[in-house]
């Protein structure tokens, strides 16, 4: 009977010692804190200014590469993020979206402006010389190439679709993609603003 007292306090003490226990939060999207360096760029914005990754300090930050006159794949995930953000509702506004050019000969931070801002006013164009690109894509691992224009000099460009999710302090948080789609995104964003 000794023994039986025993295990009920330990069954007792196991359960109550679980209530104080914060449980890690779970992912619907790739968890890579520790696995990439922190928001580290200068760039240039679609208002013409300079600015480096300090500029969006305390904002949930989301980075993500492709070009304006891509013809499918950036415009879904930068559809997909606008209606993550809408199914946060007010909390999108601890949110930047920054959309990073690859094609700088082509977008003009006038195109950027008028591309980005189509998506919501949580979304900002980036882009910077030849060298400054390289600098960023490398640091995150990001492929660009350009394809051979057309005879009407149109070209396309190949480039990484990954979006990269920056917490407040700059630190690599999650990295997500347009196929998970708009609910696991708005999950884990709810997740990442509500921890601070």
Request: include cysteine; charge should be negative.
């Amino acid at each position: 009977m000794k023994w039986f007292y025993v295990a009920l306090l330990f069954v007792v003490a196991s359960v109550l010692s679980g209530c104080n226990a914060k449980s890690a939060p779970v992912w619907d999207t790739e968890n890579v804190t520790g696995g990439l360096p922190p928001i580290q760029f200068t760039l240039t914005d679609d208002e013409g200014h300079v600015v480096d990754a300090s500029h969006y300090a305390g904002k949930i930050t989301l980075l993500y590469f492709g070009y304006t006159h891509c013809p499918d794949v950036c415009p879904t995930t930068l559809a997909t993020i606008h209606e993550a953000l809408h199914k946060i509702g007010k909390q999108a506004d601890d949110v930047r979206v920054l959309f990073v050019s690859v094609d700088p000969k082509r977008d003009t931070a006038r195109a950027l402006k008028s591309y980005a801002s189509a998506f919501g006013p949580h979304f900002i164009g980036l882009t910077g010389t030849q060298p400054q690109l390289q600098a960023v894509t490398k640091r995150y691992h990001v492929t660009y190439s350009y394809y051979a224009p057309d005879s009407n000099g149109d070209y396309e460009v190949q480039h990484s679709s990954a979006i990269f999710v920056f917490g407040r302090h700059g630190n690599a948080r999650l990295l997500m993609e347009y196929q998970k789609g708009a609910t696991a995104m708005a999950h884990d964003l709810g997740q990442l603003i509500s921890q601070g």
